[in-house]
């Protein structure tokens, strides 16, 4: 069936489900007072098609006049028709993000993932990584050699100017037609509080900037939530990515800052806002959050901690995620080849799991 087939279908099913309707009204009323923007009478799609490469659904469900209800309607009635049936086996491309390496920038590191079996890496580019945009030639060439892509460059950017920082004006110059690679924007601001609305005029401009440069790249932008940041939550990306109504816009899934910033709630709502603009998910071995876990609580080796982050990724899965998933490994201690081989390790006994479940 056509995804646009596929689309109708699941948003009609939805519709007549016994059981949306109470679905739709729940959700509605969860998202707090302060995503005001969110709600479907003030929010609607301006942009053009979805975004490029957004998941199972997304395309013809996000057009113009699409309201978060329809969006709800839509993501909630695909969760209804596909986890009734068995996930697809795990084949999602599983890269490591470079986090879980020491700081700074070497060719060695890039061998190692290369060798441990990793499919890729991104980069920092945090100078409290000792990591710069001036590398990025460097990291290319690495990655190209070793047979590795670079599927993210990710940047901490300033919104409080309302413009492109020139550090990502420069990074997607340099990535100019390496589609695999996204722009990872993690939205903060020193004048407004995390979670808040105030400064989405700002954010929205900045996005906007970013989504520019990087369409006339072939590269696209995903927004990454990051506790502490002005965008820290999942709804609040959500949020500026339909408002800036790009179609090369997105939106990441972190695992570890769901767990800190919402303590892991409403799984089915935040799937259902995410899905149609979902380009990246990062995961790692965690706690059950509780009580405010720092985060060597909630973030270790993916084979380690009591949260079942495999039933997160088999839900994700069963709702027609099939982008690539990142190894978070921020502050993780001990000997980074070991972890990361344990991690791999995790993962891949995860796709046997899945694949005995499917047969």
Known sequence: ????????????????????????????????A?????RP????????????????????????????????????GLSLALGVT?????????FAMDTGTANGFSEAKIAMLSNVGYSGVDFSALS?????????????????????????????????????????RKAIERLEGRADTLIWAALRSSRHEPGSAGGDEAAVATVRGMAELASRAGLRVA?????????ERVADNVRLALRAGRDNVGVTWN?????????GR???????????????????????????????????PLDAGSYDVYGFVSRLRRLGYTGPIGLQGYGIGGDHREILARSLAAWLFWRCRLGRVRR
């Open 41 to 76: 009478e003030l929010l609607t799609w301006t942009g053009g098609a979805s975004p490029r490469g957004g998941n199972v659904g997304s395309r013809g469900l996000m057009r113009p006049g699409t309201t978060l209800r329809s969006l709800l309607q839509a993501g909630i």
């Open 1 to 32: 069936m056509a995804t646009r087939e596929t689309a109708a279908a699941v948003t009609a099913g939805a519709a007549t489900h016994p059981n949306i309707t109470p679905s739709i009204d729940s959700a509605l009323a969860s998202i707090p």
């Open 34 to 38: 302060r995503d005001a923007a969110l």
């Open 223 to 231: 927004l990454y939530p990051h506790t502490g940041d002005y965008a």
């Open 128 to 168: 409290s990584f000792g990591r710069s945009v001036e590398q990025l030639p460097e990291v290319l060439a690495a990655v190209d050699r070793h047979g590795l892509k670079l599927y993210a460059v990710y940047f901490a950017v300033e919104i409080d100017g309302g413009v492109c920082p020139p550090d990502v």
């Open 255 to 263: 695992l570890c800052h769901w767990l800190k910033a919402e303590d």
């Open 86 to 94: 068995n996930a697809a086996e795990l084949d999602n491309a599983f």
């Open 266 to 300: 409403d799984f089915e709502v935040t799937a259902a806002l995410a899905m149609p603009l979902l380009m990246r998910v990062t995961i790692n071995g965690a706690d059950v959050p509780e009580g405010g876990l720092g985060w060597d609580r909630l973030i270790q």
